[in-house]
């Protein structure tokens, strides 16, 4: 299993960014998430889409993020607005078996994750 992220970057406070994730080599019964990572924090669950397209989104990012599947097979993309200056961390793209996405699951570091790219909100 590879995943490989893009986008991540530099914006102002209450601009949007949108960044992509393409995986290979996963079952079908997989599906894909975005988590994201502050210095000295452990990894805190931020969207995920199941294999059967429900798609969660966690509490401090709805209404302003939104997961989505991209065109191309095994793409996803996180589109962020209003983005704040807390929301300047390390995103990482995951994807587990989506079981693992279900309840206190989408919250355990399970399954592979991509390389993680950089987020910065500038105030």
């Known amino acids: 299993v590879q995943l490989q992220a893009c986008g991540g970057g530099l914006v102002q406070a209450g601009g949007s960014m949108n960044l992509s994730c393409v995986a290979s080599?996963?079952?079908?019964?997989?599906?894909m998430g975005w988590y994201r990572q502050a210095p000295g924090k452990s990894r805190e669950f931020v969207a995920s889409?199941?294999?059967?397209?429900?798609?969660d989104h966690a509490d401090s990012v709805k209404g302003r993020f939104y997961i989505s599947r991209d065109n191309a097979e095994n793409t996803i993309k996180l589109q962020m607005n209003s983005l704040k200056p807390e929301d300047t961390v390390v995103y990482y793209c995951?994807?587990?078996?989506?079981?693992?996405?279900?309840?206190?699951?989408?919250?355990?570091?399970?399954?592979?994750w991509g390389q993680g790219t950089l987020v910065t909100v500038s105030s």
């Open positions: 080599g996963i079952a079908s019964t997989y599906g």
């Open positions: 995951n994807t587990r078996n989506s079981r693992y996405f279900s309840g206190s699951f989408a919250y355990k570091e399970y399954g592979y």
């Open positions: 889409l199941s294999n059967n397209g429900a798609t």
